[in-house]
Nanobody
Framework: QVQLVESGGGLVQAGGSLRLSCAAS????????MGWFRQAPGKEREFVAA????????RYRNSVKGRFTISRDNAKNTVYLQMNSLKPEDTAVYYC??????????????????WGQGTQVTVSS
């Protein structure tokens, strides 16, 4: 069983920055692919970013490339999402997720088997 707890969300003005954190339980965190997803009201959950076991490979949705950075600290069982140059369209509940089965950076949320409870990010214009 894996438990994921997100933190770091909040209200920020457009152009500002936030760093989300996701703390994971379990002694095999370093063998999980970790992803960040988001869901805005009335919309489907969408992929934001993913990172491989060791952190050497990352993947982003096009709209956040160059603005968001995913990273992980396996010694702390934590994955991060640094979000810069935030836009109102980034407003959503952000979720971290773990794929404990394969070392591939997948964008389909159905491929991830553990999820956090989410943290709200609101970007005002």
């Amino acid at each position: 069983q894996v438990q994921l707890v997100e933190s770091g969300g909040g209200l920020v003005q457009a152009g500002g920055s936030l760093r989300l954190s996701c703390a994971a339980s379990g002694r095999t965190f370093s063998s999980y692919v970790m992803g960040w997803f988001r869901q805005a009201p009335g919309k489907e959950r969408e992929f934001v970013a993913a990172i491989s076991w060791g952190g050497g490979n990352t993947r982003y949705r096009n709209s956040v490339k160059g603005r968001f950075t995913i990273s992980r600290d396996n010694a702390k069982n934590t994955v991060y999402l640094q979000m810069n140059s935030l836009k109102p369209e980034d407003t959503a509940v952000y979720y971290c997720a773990a794929d404990t089965l394969q070392n591939r950076l997948r964008e389909n949320p159905a491929e991830y088997d553990y999820w956090g409870q989410g943290t709200q990010v609101t970007v005002s214009s």
